[in-house]
């Protein structure tokens, strides 16, 4: 196993704002993270390089993980006025070596090293070390991923598994399906399983109700469900969305056979930790008929890790740098 020496720089860059932080290349820990804002901040480039001469840090090696699509050289953010080659950011700003992947990629390595106190467990048995690993969440869309162990490494498996189409469990389900199929043409599992997808879910609710408001954000439909009294529709939102969850992860559990786990990642779960416990997520997970057995087996976990994004990165570099995770 190769002995890692110094810091590097990882970075963790959304549509609003890049968080720039510092990973120890022996151990993997993360430094304070510096939160730089896109709308005030020209370019990716500006930032590390204010960022160096902030921490006075010598680090020649970095990982940046970028909310967009990495198909080449050039990276053009999609909701971020920021766009550069990925050579000419490396050699402006003096680095040996530069990695830049998608923020979903490293919130998926992210599992290889996280703390347990930074994971809430909802059922199952225990994760087999070495097994293959599902990682989901949702957000401002649906982020899908899988992790495997090859030989000595993980190997990160990306894709668009958010996009696949929606699978109701229910007669209620299917006429929630009708209804935005009828609104949007192609329902995917992100069109319910997001932020604006809970909002999607109340419209079809309270119109099947007949008491539809209009204008509600995704904290206006979590706050009338948690509110006392709560909002009915917003509250069968909230019930149907952590029903859905459950389904769409077991789907994924099935698919790859995760017995190392599957981990649920993003800002919303979180958000609404009390209420998802002790909602049907787990047995909407196990509904799977002759395989509920199979499933009852598999752990799921919520990541609670504020850092997690910044830890996949540091992963990602230290496993490319030789280091064994």
């Known amino acids: 196993m190769t002995t890692l020496k110094g810091q590097a720089l990882v970075g963790d860059i959304g549509g609003t704002n890049a968080r720039l932080a510092l990973v120890d290349l022996d151990d993997g820990s993360i430094s304070a993270p510096i939160i730089y804002s896109a709308l005030e901040n020209e370019s990716l480039e500006s930032c590390i390089l204010k960022f160096r001469q902030e921490t006075h840090a010598d680090f020649k090696a970095a990982c940046i993980a970028i909310a967009c699509p990495i198909t080449g050289d050039y990276v053009k953010m999609t909701n971020n006025p920021w766009e550069f080659s990925q050579k000419q950011l490396k050699e402006n700003c003096g680095l040996e070596q530069l990695i830049v992947i998608n923020d979903f990629t490293a919130m998926s390595m992210s599992v290889t090293c996280l703390e347990h106190d930074k994971l809430i ?45 929606l699978a109701p469990g229910n007669m209620s389900e299917d006429m929630i399906l009708i209804a935005l199929r009828a609104r949007i043409g192609h329902v995917s599992a992100e069109r319910v399983l997001s932020g604006p997808g809970l909002v999607n879910l109340y419209e079809a609710i309270a119109m099947r109700n007949e008491r539809l408001r209009q204008g509600l954000t995704p904290a ?18 909230l019930q149907t969305f952590c029903r859905l969850l459950g389904r769409f992860g077991g789907n994924l559990a099935l698919t790859m056979g995760t017995f190392g786990g599957v981990y649920i990642a993003g800002g919303v779960v979180p958000r609404i930790l009390d209420f998802f416990r002790t909602s049907r997520f787990r047995e909407a997970f196990e509904d799977k008929g002759r395989f509920r057995e199979y499933l009852q087996k598999i752990p799921v976990y919520v990541i609670t890790d504020g850092k ?15 280091a064994i995770l």
């Open 308 to 322: 997690a994004g910044l830890k996949g990165a540091g992963a990602v570099l230290r496993q490319e740098l030789g």
């Open 220 to 237: 206006d439909v979590t706050s009338g469900a948690l509110s006392d009294p709560a909002d009915p529709d917003c509250l069968e939102a």
């Open 121 to 165: 467990k909802i059922g199952g048995g225990e994760a087999q070390p070495g097994a293959p690993i599902a990682v989901y969440g949702p957000g401002t869309g649906l982020g899908v991923g899988h992790v495997i162990r090859v030989g000595t490494r993980w190997v990160q498996i990306p894709g668009e598994g958010g996009h696949v189409d």
